[in-house]
């Protein structure tokens, strides 16, 4: 029977950046991360907490156990690798407070990403999955004569009135070991930061839509 599980959650903001701000000294100073919960208490007691940091004038990447920060001119990623809840997650909090701290980063706009992976027990299960948007009687299959087909979807829609936008990424199969990555997307335009915090609080309601999604494909094979 296919399973599914979780591989990150990641917050994006897009806008005006500044990637040199970024280090360890920085988000302790500025409380950005909760210095007194896992992982941080005990990676901030070691003389080097972070297994990678890179930083020149216009890109840094700050890993600290589980959680990476990615940030460029344009381009603010934090991501959270060890999920079994999604609400558990520390990165709303720390992408707010690091926002807080850089309050007048011009931002445009903010999204929200939870991947998962679908494993497929046999190959049927993977072709019977894939015939929820590619069936056999596609005249798409027919225009190019072929069947043996490895087939994606992406599907952009709108989320709610307040002109919030999803899109959900099927990925292709994984050959070798029948396996297929999906990702959810929730994407807003940044107002302004009350908005953006008020976003922010939406996230239980965004993951148990998506939760809902893929249990229904899995029940749709």
Do not use: H
Request: net charge negative.
């Amino acid at each position: 029977m296919a399973s599914q599980s979780k591989n990150f959650i990641s917050l994006v903001a897009l806008g005006g950046q500044n990637p040199q701000i970024l280090n360890v000294d920085f988000l302790k100073a500025n409380k950005i991360v909760p210095s007194d919960e896992p992982p941080f208490n005990e990676l901030f007691q070691q003389e080097k907490p972070f297994t990678k940091f890179i930083s020149t004038p216009v890109f840094s990447n700050l890993v600290l156990g589980p959680i990476e920060f990615i940030v460029d001119e344009q381009r603010f990623q934090i991501r959270d690798t060890s999920i079994n809840n999604w609400t558990d997650t520390k990165i709303l909090y720390i992408a707010q407070n690091y926002y807080d701290t850089l309050r007048y980063t011009p931002l445009k706009m903010v999204g929200i990403n939870f991947n998962s992976e679908i494993t497929f027990a046999t190959s049927k299960e993977s072709m019977s999955f894939q015939q929820l948007f590619l069936p056999e009687s596609s005249q798409v299959l027919g225009i190019i004569s072929n069947s043996d087909i490895s087939a994606n979807i992406v599907l952009c829609y709108r989320y709610s009135d307040n002109g919030a936008r999803v899109t959900l990424t099927i990925n292709p199969p994984n050959k070798a070991n029948d396996k297929r990555i999906i990702n959810f997307n929730y994407e807003f335009d940044f107002i302004d930061w009350p908005n953006f915090k008020s976003e922010l609080t939406k996230m239980p309601e965004i993951a148990k839509y998506y939760e809902s999604i893929l249990d229904q494909l899995l029940k749709a094979i």
